[in-house]
């Protein structure tokens, strides 16, 4: 099964940049493959949500209150997800996770429409 593993989360105060990078491990790289990658945030009391979406073909989606600010990106031959984001806010602090699902493609903001899932990396915006 696949692992996914996050970085680069911190504190960073209101307008700075972090870029997140997901690792994927359990894949061979046989060529291109049809798969989905998105990341997640929840914010203590809050419910899980969908961030920004890539598929193998390159198609994104993003949620509306980043869109412009974030940008989602993979690199398929380093099993590796970015998201960059700038202009941070303090209403985007939160735990991000990344996730996964293999055999599919078209991005997807829904949490059910993924597989696996990493641990999570904590980010924090002071205002």
């Known amino acids: 099964a696949q692992q996914l593993v996050e970085s680069g989360g911190g504190s960073v105060q209101a307008g700075g940049s972090l870029t997140l990078s997901c690792v994927i491990s359990g894949l061979t790289w046989d060529g291109p493959r049809d798969e989905r990658m998105g990341w997640f945030r929840q914010a203590p009391g809050k419910e899980r949500e969908g961030v920004a979406s890539i598929d193998s073909f390159g198609d994104t989606l993003y949620a509306g209150s980043v869109e412009g600010r974030f940008t989602i990106s993979h690199e398929s031959a380093k099993n590796t997800v970015y998201l960059q984001m700038n202009s941070l806010k303090s209403e985007d602090t939160a735990e991000y996770f990344c996730?996964?699902?293999?055999?599919?493609?078209?991005?997807?903001?829904?949490?059910?429409?993924?597989?696996?899932w990493g641990q999570g990396t904590q980010v924090s915006v002071s205002s």
């Open positions: 996730a996964y699902r293999p055999h599919h493609w078209s991005p997807s903001l829904t949490a059910s429409d993924f597989t696996f």
